[in-house]
């Protein structure tokens, strides 16, 4: 069984990050969505807040299980048995990170291996960062993201005004 994580911050998940775990789990046959509870970043939602919306949206894919986690990557790969971690690029701009990202998770572990995937076009420039921006604005997020978490980050940004 070939089992990978998809490690991210997901604050909130978009539709790029559900069109990256459907690509993948076409090629994997287990995927543990790993939410980094990131200290580098403060996450509007924290870390189990945003495993419960993962879950939500992700309930009719099978083979996907949803844990948050706090450390390495590698580590949290060798925890649930995964030999890949999966990331998704954007743009150009996105591969110098990740490729320097994989090589030091190689370096740190031989054995886990990188995969990226593309999303689909019409989700190449989305980012959590500019979703919450444009809610905070009042703007339109309905082609974004599910209708599960436009309501939820709706709700948690006038919440927090």
Request: with cysteine; glycine share 4%; charged share 30%.
């Amino acid at each position: 069984m070939k089992k990978a994580i998809y490690p991210g911050t997901f604050d909130p998940i978009t539709n790029g990050h559900l069109d990256i775990l459907e690509r993948a789990i076409k090629v994997f046959d287990f995927i543990d969505i790993a939410v980094v509870k990131n200290v580098n970043k403060d996450p509007l939602f924290n870390a189990e807040e945003r495993v419960e919306i993962i879950r939500e949206c992700t309930k009719d894919i099978l083979n996907v299980k949803v844990e948050k986690f706090d450390g390495l990557v590698v580590d949290f790969a060798q925890k649930v048995g995964a030999s890949v971690i999966i990331r998704g690029l954007r743009a150009l701009s996105d591969f110098e990170y990740e490729f320097q990202m994989a090589l030091m998770n190689r370096h740190l572990d031989n054995d886990v291996d990188t995969v990226f995937f593309m999303p689909s076009e019409e989700n190449t420039y989305l980012s959590s960062s500019m979703i919450r921006e444009i809610v905070k604005f009042d703007g339109d997020i309905s082609c974004f993201v599910p209708e599960y978490v436009k309501n939820k980050l709706i709700r948690k940004i006038r919440s927090n005004k």
